[in-house]
T-cell receptor, first 110, second 111 residues
């Protein structure tokens, strides 16, 4: 089992560019999540999907969209990147209480 | 909702010592707490959890203590090793099935 995988690992964007962060899990989990992590901060929830076909906003959803493509995959899209979106992005999945995290995508917006 | 916070941003210990990392939470209705370890360049990794009907839970070299009276929990690591160097997060769940994360304590283990 690969667990939770994320692509890309690193990305540099210019302000206004768009991109999609990919996440996939092979644990047959129902719930998936996107978090961002900024220096000195904990993880903040952007969006989550409790099950295939549903998505909901988290604490900091502005500037992002998500798609739960199927049970395995949950993507995060930045339509028009801003410097404030420079961060490390983590995807997670869960079935029950424990969340399992991917290795993260380090995004820099210039 | 829930708000969690860690008391110290950095904790330095000597190899072999016991480490104690503290965390406070705000919601007295919180029913579940988790500790995560995050090594540099990696995602958070589950260490141990505890439910609100317990006040202590032990794992391998780790113990979590929960004091609901003062809304405080702690992670104790016995015989700290260099491989324990990481950022440790507590997370609490109150009112939602999704936990809220604290800011993290960086544990530095000196040989």
């Amino acid at each position: 089992n690969a667990g939770v995988t994320q692509t890309p690992k690193f990305q540099v964007l210019k302000t206004g560019q768009s991109m999609t962060l990919q996440c996939a899990q092979d644990m047959n989990h129902n719930s998936m999540y996107w978090y961002r992590q900024d220096p000195g901060m904990g993880l903040r929830l952007i969006y989550y999907s409790a099950s295939e076909g549903t998505t909901d906003k988290g604490e900091v959803p502005n500037g992002y969209n998500v798609s739960r493509l199927n049970k395995r995959e949950f993507s995060l899209r930045l339509e028009s990147a801003a410097p404030s979106q420079t961060s490390v992005y983590f995807c997670a999945s869960s079935s029950g209480d424990t969340q399992y995290f991917g290795p993260g995508t380090r995004l820099t917006v210039l | 909702g829930e708000s969690v916070g860690l008391h110290l941003p950095t904790l330095s210990v000597q190899e072999g010592d016991n480490s104690i990392i503290n965390c406070a939470y705000s919601n007295s209705a919180s029913d579940y707490f988790i500790w995560y370890k995050q090594e540099s360049g990696k995602g958070p990794q589950f260490i141990i959890d505890i439910r609100s009907n317990m006040d202590k839970r032990q794992g391998q070299r780790v113990t979590v203590l929960l004091n609901k009276t003062v809304k405080h929990l702690s992670l104790q690591i016995a015989a700290t090793q260099p491989g324990d160097s990481a950022v440790y997060f507590c997370a609490g769940r109150g009112g939602s099935y999704i936990p809220t994360f604290g800011r993290g304590t960086s544990l530095i283990v000196h040989p």
